[in-house]
């Protein structure tokens, strides 16, 4: 009666493995490790590097554990965290500022288990410390600067179609007035601003001859969600300064970017490079001989400028001008591209004001290199330096030549990490100490512990072998939790941890469901195969009905909790699934194991089985 | 062992007059807690900035206190942590005052006091987003009802599933009811715990359900009245009500007892929550599913068609 067919066993056995294994790298600890990556498609980190770093190591006397290249990154584990720290030092001084390279942990467990993509779970920022900024963007201030482009566009195209205008003028947040001499100069005005823009709706009056142009509302939602990606882009350029190993910028609801910074204790730092502005300058580059010459050999001459540039081929010196002939501010946009001969390009956008400095400076220097140079933290690098072809008006710009793909998007990156697309506030910030972190793991673990105790004891002397059954069941669902968390890589927070204890407290329900239930079948008289049968049966329905009942409320608050609230939910939400599994099958598995082979069960250990005399 | 050995039904529902009226008070006097003193929400709820720092010898308050109002943002709670060294200081949020500045002057203030003191945790939250908490916090809240009660509505009936909602909003109510007695605060942490408390009441609601929907089924029940047949079903669930809110009462309590400051909150809520939780499946959901006339015929018609095809 009682009997699973082969496969049931199996396919248990299986889940139950798996889990084990899963559940295995989270025993293992963390060592110390240092990270290398690179933000350039460029300067690429692969075995050449691997090697370099090798050499360097050996030659300050420092032993890595390991080394091995992971995806887009390096990372070399340490014994200690003093070593981790003279091995940075020394990959450092080495590599110079071209590669990102941070301090991180790495999961302690053996290669076959990395292999398996087993990998501890996730720890929150409240575990494992650092700070966590939830940041808003203005989008007024985006919309803002696109109505002043605009002005400045219309302003251009009338001028150049020669058509007379008067005012212009802001009206609300996203349209523009232009006050026009008469029907005719409206009409083509209208024609002429239709052809240019196309991301704004015309109404002309006749009447007053006024042309008035609205963004559309695909318009305003473009912008802000540009502005959102820009500050994006940005903001993961900053965080790469800081050396953060596993830094997460993310976009959160419409106008809204979390950025979290594990382990990063200096909060100072952290918040004056997230609110940084750079800046983008154009500047024309001395090719002259004799200059340069004087400059390498270590007098720069005065009004002059020596700096690096980065390319494929490695950094380069190139002496520049220090007057400044345009600035990031007219920058509109940069894209990687292609340009006729279907080299990689970058094409950049500039503004009215822009485009007419652009379009006198390249007339004037025909021939010569200007140079675009990114400015943060008084910090100077040459983005690129291109030479000047012929005149450019109009302010659309391409740079092309000398340049693969893979470049081309790195510097349209640069330009356009120059500045921010709008203003950005912190609306919420968290920041939490790494002894602090430790402390809660400690606390989490500990309630867990002495509540999953205090319940096995219970449950073992309550129900005698059906207790112990339970509490098996109850420990391949925190197995299954754990595993199904560290696959997932699912982040755990505090909240998650007390989501864990509270869901095993719970999940304890059905196995005293069914607990009980066979208790009544034997009190009634029932033979003990029957009892078995006929209590789990009428137990499952029960049991998925209050299962069900609880999934929604976890759900509710998987969709509309944030934060803590949420990290509570995911981790409920998956307990209630792995626990139903466990206390029907895994149970049931192991009481047809013990129970079910026995021909004549004249009696089971479910505690005692107490009988009211009159029946 | 067996905790429970009752040889007779005990008439729960001759007491429902009683366990009305003791409901009705405790959830009245939780209302009036609740407007009267309101909810100590926390910083994440209404905007400002908590910090948490820990000195290597017991913490001077006053002097604390005296250094951090010299910055001048209004009104400035300090106060213990669990023990003397670990201290926690609140400051309103204040236009044009930004926060990550705020945060640093303070622990520069707190430095020339002390050079040990050391920061542990801050938290700032922007006023805005502390309305769409409560906001979202709320939704979730009535999401859930709404969710429990199709749900029981299509597997029990409406009837049932009303009450069980009801009794449900009882416990939540009566929580909060203590958080504003007591003067608790009430964090996001806090609200995940009262929202599962509504998931895990309801399932105490629907083993019983089930229960009084088993025993209109049984031929033994036949001659028995609505009330009779819940009394049974609640005597029979009796040790497993008990056993089983024992066993997440324990885990609960070891959060309190272990689980530190920051899991305070969540385990109080739910110790009161899974007390309530009992009480009210048992003596307020039933007795209001009788009130609302739940009877035989409401629970078993979907078997109905079948006797007929056997007869």
Redesign the interface.
């Known amino acids: 009666m009682n009997r699973f067919p082969i496969w049931k066993y199996l396919l248990i056995a299986l889940v139950l493995i798996t889990a084990t294994i899963y559940t295995l790298p989270n025993f293992f600890g963390e060592t110390p490790a240092v990270q290398i990556s690179s933000t350039r498609q460029s300067t690429p980190v692969d075995t050449a590097l691997m090697a370099r770093i090798e050499t360097t190591l050996k030659q300050q006397g420092i032993a890595p554990l390991g080394i091995f290249l992971d995806g887009t990154s390096l990372k070399v584990r340490f014994k200690d965290p003093d070593t981790q720290i003279k091995a940075r030092d020394a990959i450092q001084q080495a590599l110079g500022d071209t590669y990102i390279i941070a301090l991180n942990l790495l999961p302690a467990s053996p290669e076959w288990l990395t292999r398996l993509h087993a990998n501890p779970m996730f720890l929150g920022l ?1 575990l494992r410390g650092g700070v966590h900024f ?1 940041l ?1 963007v203005d989008m007024k201030a985006a919309v803002e600067k696109t109505m002043e482009r605009y002005a400045g566009d219309v302003r251009r195209e009338l001028k150049a179609a020669k058509i007379r205008y008067g005012a212009i003028k802001r009206l609300g947040d996203t349209t523009l007035e232009v006050q026009l001499r008469d029907a005719e100069t409206l009409k083509a005005a209208a024609d002429k601003l239709a052809r240019t823009l196309p991301s704004v709706t015309f109404t002309s009056n006749d009447a007053n001859f006024r042309l008035t142009l609205t963004l559309k509302p695909e318009e305003i939602t473009r912008i802000q969600s540009d502005a959102v990606k820009q500050n994006i882009t940005t903001l993961h350029n900053r965080v790469n300064e800081l050396g953060v190993a596993e830094p997460v910028i993310q976009q959160a609801g419409p106008s809204r970017i979390v950025v979290q910074l594990p382990g990063v204790q200096d ?2 730092k952290a ?1 004056d490079i997230l ?1 940084r502005t750079a800046t983008l300058q154009v500047r024309m580059v001395e090719d002259d001989q004799g200059k340069v010459a004087e400059a390498l050999a270590g007098n720069t001459p005065a009004g002059y400028e020596l700096l690096d540039e980065a390319t494929s081929r490695g950094t380069s010196k190139i002496l520049l001008k220090k007057d400044v002939e345009l600035t990031g501010d007219n920058i509109n946009s940069a894209q990687p591209g292609f340009d006729q001969n279907g080299g990689a390009s970058v094409d950049i956008g500039l503004d009215s004001t822009g485009a007419e400095i652009f379009r006198t400076l390249t007339a004037e220097n025909i021939g010569k290199r200007m140079a675009m140079v990114l400015v943060e933290k008084n910090r100077s690098e040459v983005v690129t330096a291109p030479v000047i072809r012929s005149e450019i008006g109009g302010g659309r710009v391409q740079i092309s030549g000398s340049m693969n793909p893979a470049e081309a998007n790195d510097v349209a990156l640069l330009l356009r990490a120059g500045s921010l697309a709008a203003p950005m ?9 790494p ?2 972190g430790k ?2 793991i400690e ?2 673990f ?3 512990l ?3 105790a ?2 096995a004891v ?2 073992a ?2 129900y005698g072998v059906f207790g112990v059954i339970s509490v098996i069941s109850l420990a391949a669902n925190l197995f299954m939790l754990v595993a199904l968390l560290s696959m997932l890589q699912a982040t755990l927070t ?2 998650g941890i ?1 989501a864990i ?2 869901t ?3 999940a ?2 059905a196995n ?2 069914i607990n ?1 239930r066979i ?2 079948e034997l009190r009634n008289g029932v033979p003990p195969q029957s009892a078995i049968q006929a209590g789990y049966g ?1 137990a499952w ?2 049991i998925l ?2 299962n ?10 998987l ?7 949420r990290g ?2 995911v981790v ?1 939400c998956l307990g209630i699934m792995t626990s139903m599994f466990s206390a029907v099958l895994v149970s049931r598995a192991v009481v047809n194991l013990w129970y079910g082979r026995r021909r004549r069960l004249t009696s089971v250990s479910i ?4 009988k ?3 029946k | 062992m067996e905790f429970f050995r009752i040889k007779r039904d005990i008439p729960f529902m001759s007491y429902g007059k009683l366990t009305t009226t003791i409901s009705l008070v405790t959830f009245i006097l939780a209302v009036v807690f609740l407007f009267t003193k309101g909810l100590n929400l926390s910083v994440e709820f209404t905007g400002g900035t908590v910090m948490e720092v820990q000195y290597q010898q017991a913490a001077n308050l006053g002097d604390i206190r005296h250094r951090v109002e010299a910055l001048k943002v209004g009104e400035v709670q300090v106060q213990s942590l669990g023990t003397s060294r670990d201290v926690l200081i609140r400051l309103p949020s204040k236009a044009g005052v930004s926060s990550a500045k705020l945060s640093e002057q303070v622990m520069g203030l707190l430095k020339a006091g002390d050079a040990s003191v050391q920061l542990r945790k801050v938290e700032f939250v922007g006023p805005s987003v502390g309305e769409e908490l409560v906001s979202s916090g709320l939704t979730a809240i009535l999401l859930v009802c709404v969710g429990i009660v199709i749900y029981l509505a299509i597997r029990f009936e409406w009837r049932l599933a009303l009450s069980a909602i009801i009794a449900n909003m009882h416990d939540v109510v009566i929580i909060l009811g203590c958080f504003a007695l007591f003067q608790w605060e009430f964090s996001l942490t806090v609200l995940a715990g009262v929202l599962a408390v509504l998931g895990y009441s309801v399932n105490e609601s629907v083993v019983v359900f089930d229960r009084i929907r088993e025993n209109f089924r049984r031929p033994a029940m036949r001659g028995k009245s609505t009330a009779e047949v819940i009394d049974n079903a609640i005597t029979a669930t009796m040790s497993r009500t008990f056993i089983t809110h024992g066993s997440t009462e324990t885990m609960v309590l070891s959060m309190l007892l272990f689980g530190g400051p920051a899991l305070h909150g969540f385990a109080m809520a739910l110790t009161i929550g899974i007390v309530f939780g009992i009480y009210s499946s048992v003596l307020v959901a039933s007795p209001l599913a009788l009130a609302l006339g739940t009877t035989r015929e409401h629970m078993v018609k979907v078997v109905k068609p079948k006797e007929e095809a056997v007869v």
């Open positions: 409240d939830l808003e909060t100072a918040k609110g506030n912190i609306i919420e910030e968290r920041t939490i100490g002894s602090l402390e809660n606390k989490g500990h309630s867990t002495w509540g999953f205090a319940i219970f449950m002397i309550y505090l909240p007390a204890a509270l095993l407290g719970m304890i329900d005293v469901l009980e208790r009544e009428h329905a029960t009905d209050s069900v009942t609880t999934l929604i409320a976890g759900l509710a608050l969709i509309f909790g944030s934060g803590p609230v509570f939910a409920h505690g005692q089985v107490w009211p005399e009159n």
